[in-house]
């Protein structure tokens, strides 16, 4: 490992953000990081929009990034998507969508921007398996470039006609009445007496716009030092805004499942192809941090973080009993440089979803304090 390790993991996020070498997304992600003290991703492997919806509202203050798997809510639909980009636009925290690509790049363009999902339209992050070859990286880029650019440019209008349907009270709507409402006394009788079939015509357009790169915020760096109160937080946020206009790709790097068959040379391979991609690889997922270049800002998340119990805390933190190894969010945070703790059971089991987001986020961020030089272990 060279120097340069160290290095970058003592600094700061809003620092690591204001790198010239730093892309948009991931300089965007620190920023949020910093402003909202929080480095923690809650799994949300739930079943049906309303549990994810739910589970969103809930720990949304709480999260820099929400890890979701469409793929297992049965009823996941455009609707689904709306409601989530709603919530993560109010909640501010970015959708990181653990699709684990790993085909050739027909396929995976196909899988990214088609289909039911269309991951690519709504989820600012996604992973992929390097198994298939680097080719697999430079697919989801044009997929993803090509996504963004339709999306921008395109103008959807929907037009339908119809008789309105009376509510279930037997009554029409207000819309109606409103449509309807004006005094056409100049007409015929003729014309008054022939009964005529009410009708309704709705337009709908959506225009979609590039959001512009956001400059950083002066003050985030105090912000992440806890030198400002909340006002200041929900001003900071406010004037970071939303994300950029674009997308980002995290490698499976390394895996927390007992016997998984990564080798460190299959990591030594992600690593190599990041660096060949870095505007649009943001990172790994992967249990210790990966940085070791002189210009290597990739993030590295973590899952497989497991807190005691806070009626237990010295308790012990056990699998699950099917491969999956859990350690605390300082084993991964101080000693193995992990930037984002990835939390699912632990947050979801939890009687008060919310309240057990904030302890975890107040444990990641107290040891990414004491990773930097800010706070000394207990």
């Not at 790198?19 to 910093?34: A, E, M, N, Q, R």
């Not at 005094?183 to 009410?198: G, I, L």
């Amino acid at each position: 490992m060279s120097s340069t390790q160290p290095t970058i993991l003592s600094l700061p996020y809003s620092i690591r953000a204001d790198l010239p070498f730093t892309p948009p997304l991931t300089s965007y992600l620190l920023h949020l990081i910093s402003i909202k003290r929080s480095n923690l991703c809650v799994s949300a492997d739930v079943h049906t929009s309303s549990a994810l919806l739910r589970l969103a509202e809930e720990v949304g203050d709480y999260i820099c990034v929400l890890k979701t798997h469409a793929d297992i809510v049965d009823d996941f639909s455009e609707r689904t998507i709306r409601g989530l980009n709603e919530i993560a636009r109010r909640k501010m925290f970015l959708i990181f969508e653990d699709r684990k690509f790993g085909d050739i790049g027909s396929t995976v363009q196909s899988q990214y921007t088609r289909g039911p999902l269309s991951i690519a339209t709504w989820a600012h992050l996604t992973n992929a398996h390097l198994f298939p070859g680097p080719s697999i990286i430079s697919a989801l880029h044009s997929a993803a470039t090509a996504t963004l650019t339709s999306l921008n440019q395109s103008v959807f209008t929907e037009i339908t006609t119809g008789t309105p349907c009376a509510s279930l009270d037997g009554s029409s709507s207000d819309d109606e009445a409103a449509a309807g409402g004006e005094d056409h006394s100049d007409h015929s009788d003729a014309e008054a007496n022939v009964p005529r079939k009410s009708s309704m015509v709705t337009a709908t357009t959506t225009i979609s716009q590039t959001v512009e790169n956001t400059p950083p915020i002066p003050w985030t760096r105090s912000l992440s030092a806890g030198d400002t109160n909340s006002t200041d937080r929900e001003q900071a946020l406010q004037e970071l805004g939303p994300p950029p206009h674009a997308r980002g790709l995290l490698l499976i790097a390394e895996m927390s499942s007992d016997g998984n068959l990564i080798t460190p040379e299959y990591t030594s391979s992600c690593v190599s192809a990041a660096r060949a991609h870095p505007d649009f690889v943001m990172g790994f997922i992967a249990q210790h941090a990966l940085n070791s270049g002189a210009r290597d800002v990739f993030l590295t998340l973590t899952p497989g973080v497991n807190l005691p119990p806070e009626s237990d805390p010295e308790g012990a933190r056990k699998g699950d009993g099917l491969g999956q190894r859990w350690r605390s969010p300082r084993d991964v945070v101080v000693a193995d440089g992990a930037d984002i703790i990835i939390v699912g059971r632990g947050v979801l089991s939890a009687k008060n979803r919310a309240a057990e987001a904030e302890r975890y986020r107040k444990h990641s961020w107290e040891a990414y304090e004491e990773r930097i030089g800010r706070r000394n272990h207990d």
